[in-house]
């Protein structure tokens, strides 16, 4: 086998070369991030060119900062803005709604990282969600609409459990917003069935459709996990998945279950990425998450 590059191999070239040409605003540096690029606000804008966007009611938008201009053309256009969960609540996002009759000020304050926090609305797992377009920030990205993200796999995690809640299908568009240099060729045997594809790339100065043939995650790694839980007879009352912090919170009915359901989860690991299962801290001694 030739030695190639690997999908680490491309994310710390991005990495170091916009941390070398200085291409990036805070935070710095941009290692182990989805970069905040220069120019992100202008090509976040450029969401608006898109017909999908004209035709959406309910856009998701990761709580990245490059995304912040995404999230704010999502509020001006009056559309429905949600957010993976950012602390432990039910249900997998949250609505950003921002005060009646918002100034473009105010607006964009909710758009930004304070705002995804303060003006935010918990929506529960059974909402009738149907995300129309949502909006994923990438390290790494190809004109075929491969995507690349920071690499700790969970992008899938939550695309699946979307994919589950009835709340994305084919028809949900997926765009990302890249500095130009992030877009560059993938080799496609490196990306898995569990990899999250784009369909737009929007960059400082191009609009790019990917036309990408490859089919969207169908929630491979959720389905692994449920699986794993039920064959180590560790199956929860309920999980609540929490999309920024990247962790799913299981809970069980007494302590004692939770004891063993911890012992069970030991040496866990899917597709790779191994599972860290601990007892929550707080959580009145009756849960515990893994990460």
Not at 171 to 185: A, G, K, N, P, R
Not at 214 to 223: A, C, D, E, Q
Request: hydrophobic content about 40%; overall charge neutral.
């Amino acid at each position: 086998h030739s030695p190639r590059e690997s999908k680490w191999d491309i994310r710390q070239k991005v990495w170091d070369y916009i941390e070398e040409k200085n291409l990036a605003n805070f935070p710095r540096p941009v290692h182990n991030r989805i970069p905040n690029f220069k120019g992100a606000f202008a090509a976040c804008a450029k969401v608006l060119e898109l017909q999908a966007f004209t035709h959406t009611s309910e856009v998701k938008v990761d709580p990245d900062k490059p995304l912040e201009g995404a999230r704010l053309a999502v509020l001006q256009a009056r559309k429905t803005l949600l957010v993976p969960t950012p602390r432990l609540r039910t249900g997998l996002f949250n609505r950003i709604t921002p005060p009646e009759g918002a100034s473009k000020e105010q607006l964009r304050i909710c758009s930004s990282s304070q705002g995804v926090k303060d003006f935010s609305v918990p929506v529960g797992l059974d909402a009738k969600i149907k995300i129309d377009l949502m909006v994923v920030g990438s390290v790494a990205v190809s004109e075929k609409g491969f995507r690349i993200g920071k690499g700790e796999g969970f992008a899938d995690l939550e695309y699946g459990m979307m994919a589950s809640m009835g709340a994305v299908n084919e028809s949900t568009v997926v765009v990302t917003v890249v500095h130009d240099c992030q877009v560059m060729d993938i080799p496609e045997d490196l990306m898995g069935s569990h990899d999250l594809t784009v369909d737009y790339i929007l960059t400082p100065t191009r609009v790019i459709k990917t036309d990408c043939q490859f089919p969207k995650p169908r929630g491979i790694i959720w389905n692994k996990l449920k699986t794993a839980l039920r064959e180590r007879e560790a199956t929860p009352l309920r999980l609540t998945w929490q999309g920024a912090q990247h962790r799913a919170f299981l809970d069980y009915s007494d302590p004692h279950a939770a004891d063993q359901a911890l012992e069970a989860l030991q040496g866990l690991a899917l597709n790779g990425h191994s599972l860290q299962a601990e007892l929550a801290k707080s959580q009145r001694g009756d849960k515990f998450y893994n990460d």
